[in-house]
T-cell receptor, first 115, second 113 residues
Framework: NAGVTQTPKFQVLKTGQSMTLQCAQD?????MYWYRQDPGMGLRLIYY???????DKGEVPNGYNVSRLNKREFSLRLESAAPSQTSVYFC??????????????FGEGSRLTVL | AQKVTQAQTEISVVEKEDVTLDCVYETRDTTYYLFWYKQPPSGELVFLIRRNSFDEQNEISGRYSWNFQKSTSSFNFTITASQVVDSAVYFCALPVYGQNFVFGPGTRLSVLP
């Protein structure tokens, strides 16, 4: 079982470049999330999607856009990368629609470096 | 404010020692869930446990146990007879408004052979 798959796993960008992180889940989950992880700060929510066709901002949305392409896929786009966006990005999904009381299933993470 | 504190940044123990990871939370909610996740050196985050605030009974799963005390707003995690494979960063998490969770900063556990 693949679970949550995100690509790429590693990426180096120059300031101002754009890129899209892809995420797909095969568990038929309704809710999907993008988090970033920075040293000593735990995980912070960038955007989430409670169901297909809806997206909402999280704690740190500035500089990012998302698309819930269908129930399986949720992509994160950096339009003009900045060094402050150097981080490890995690996609996650949850099976309990409309709530945040279910456990999160995470992808393996994508390490992004912006020079 | 909803907040999770994990005061222990790093802990080192020798294999077979018991170790407790602390989690203290703040919430306005009267009912809530709490979670623990493990992040091994490979990097992925793995769900360990979810507890409902209604249930303050200790939870035991093999070498892992969790002590939930509403009176002190704590949800501590104990590993008995630690093993090298327990080396990881452990996160405590609390659901907050909307669809979000707030995560603690994590505790890095190193189990030495």
């Amino acid at each position: 079982n693949a679970g949550v798959t995100q690509t790429p796993k590693f990426q180096v960008l120059k300031t101002g470049q754009s890129m899209t992180l892809q995420c797909a889940q095969d568990m038929n989950h309704n809710s999907m999330y993008w988090y970033r992880q920075d040293p000593g700060m735990g995980l912070r929510l960038i955007y989430y999607s409670a169901s297909e066709g809806t997206t909402d901002k999280g704690e740190v949305p500035n500089g990012y856009n998302v698309s819930r392409l269908n129930k399986r896929e949720f992509s994160l786009r950096l339009e003009s990368a900045a060094p402050s966006q150097t981080s490890v990005y995690f996609c996650a999904s949850s099976g309990l629609a409309g709530t945040n009381t279910g456990e999160l299933f995470f992808g393996e993470g994508s390490r992004l470096t912006v020079l | 404010a909803q907040k999770v504190t994990q005061a222990q940044t790093e802990i080192s123990v020798v294999e077979k020692e018991d170790v407790t990871l602390d989690c203290v939370y703040e919430t306005r909610d009267t009912t809530y869930y709490l979670f623990w996740y493990k992040q091994p050196p490979s990097g992925e985050l793995v769900f360990l446990i979810r507890r409902n605030s209604f249930d303050e009974q200790n939870e035991i799963s093999g070498r892992y146990s969790w002590n939930f005390q509403k009176s002190t707003s704590s949800f501590n995690f104990t590993i008995t007879a630690s093993q090298v494979v327990d080396s990881a960063v452990y996160f405590c998490a609390l659901p907050v408004y909307g669809q979000n969770f707030v995560f603690g900063p994590g505790t890095r556990l190193s189990v030495l052979p």
